[in-house]
T-cell receptor, first 103, second 113 residues
């Protein structure tokens, strides 16, 4: 089956800093999504992005399907951005990046 | 729409008992997914339904697990008999035609003692 690898596994930032999270996948993709799991365990859909670039406020994402990777950018991070960020390829999840934003 | 609704939110049961988890997908969605989340194994896809038909159940860990979708608005995941290693958070998600954006329920935290 498809392999989904996320990096880095953990990330600690000061409030206001920017970050880039990466998702590599092993096969061609029909569906790629980014999710945020907040500290209460809720999984929130951030982007549906099998290809191209999208932006939503301080967050943006880019998928280069031909090179089998996707990037999630978080700018001007806030403490509420803390949690785990997951990449899901054809609804198979990577291990996630745990982000901690310190005030 | 109220989103994906799962019940119960928490379940504590004794080893050997039958457990049934329930999911109501978003109205109009025709794809439904069941996941199990543990610290050790992360988010595992257990089974995927499309138009109420199981498409991929390769993630179902063993015969003790079964899932049904009798209609477009209801699905169950059953564990019989339950074991302590089944303790986890179980999520249900749904999406529209072609598996576009998926939306998750709030999960059921299962503890088997």
């Amino acid at each position: 089956g498809i392999q989904v690898e996320q990096s880095p596994p953990d990330l600690i930032l000061q409030e206001g800093a920017n970050s880039t999270l990466r998702c590599n996948f092993s096969d061609s993709v029909n569906n790629l999504q980014w999710f945020h799991q907040n500290p209460w365990g809720q999984l929130i859909n951030l982007f549906y992005i099998p290809s191209g670039t999208k932006q939503n406020g301080r967050l943006s994402a880019t998928t280069v399907a031909t090179e089998r990777y996707s990037l999630l950018y978080i700018s001007s991070s806030q403490t509420t951005d803390s949690g785990v960020y997951f990449c899901a390829v054809d609804m198979r999840f990577g291990a996630g990046t745990r982000l901690t934003v310190k005030p | 729409d109220a989103g994906v609704i799962q019940s119960p939110r928490h379940e504590v049961t004794e080893m050997g008992q039958e457990v049934t988890l329930r999911c109501k997908p978003i109205s109009g969605h025709n794809s439904l997914f069941w996941y199990r989340q543990t610290m050790m194994r992360g988010l595992e896809l257990l089974i995927y339904f499309n138009n109420n038909v199981p498409i991929d159940d390769s993630g179902m860990p063993e015969d003790r697990f079964s899932a049904k979708m009798p209609n477009a608005s209801f699905s169950t995941l059953k564990i019989q008999p339950s074991e302590p290693r089944d303790s986890a958070v179980y999520f249900c998600a749904s999406s529209g035609t072609g598996v576009t954006e998926a939306f998750f329920g709030q999960g059921t935290r299962l503890t088997v003692v």
